[in-house]
């Protein structure tokens, strides 16, 4: 699948790490560097301008290692960018640390998933086919 971008940034493409990589890294575009205090949050712009078809969405996600080492995420995980969209890309980050922590220009800060979805009609009916599972909720299933 091709897809059309404009890079206003000065940074590459975003590219796949690997051959099986489903996300595609996201590099913050910054004039100055941006620090995260503990629990703070902040809109970090990309450079990039997407053109998606119709029926496709860009989910922005977090990179599982800056969560994990330094408590960083993407605050509405995932992020959905949509067909008709075509402002820039922004990230919205949250530092869930306990420690500051600074963007800085060109820092891989998400990924980009590009991921097929379906529209549906709503068919209104009156009661729903029985499950085994029925209306169990969290946990109901046993397993861990």
Request: proline share 0%.
């Given at each position: 699948m091709t897809i059309k971008i404009i890079n206003k940034s000065k940074h590459p493409l975003p590219q796949y790490a690997t051959g099986a990589s489903a996300g595609?890294?996201?590099r913050a575009e910054l004039s100055e560097n941006v620090t995260l205090a503990p629990l703070e949050r902040a809109l970090i712009k990309t450079g990039l301008f997407i053109e998606l078809p119709v029926g496709y969405e860009a989910q922005v996600r977090p990179r599982s290692g800056l969560a994990a080492?330094?408590?960083i995420t993407v605050l509405n995980s995932p992020g959905t960018i949509d067909a008709d969209y075509r402002g820039?890309?922004?990230?919205?980050?949250?530092?869930?640390?306990?420690?500051?922590f600074t963007i800085e220009d060109g820092e891989r800060v998400a990924q980009l998933v590009i991921s097929k979805h379906e529209h549906i009609t709503w068919s209104e009916v009156e009661v729903l086919e029985e499950t085994s599972r029925g209306s169990g909720g969290f946990g109901s299933t046993g397993t861990n």
């Open positions: 595609m890294d996201l080492k330094k408590g820039e890309i922004g990230i919205i980050l949250v530092n869930l640390s306990n420690e500051s």
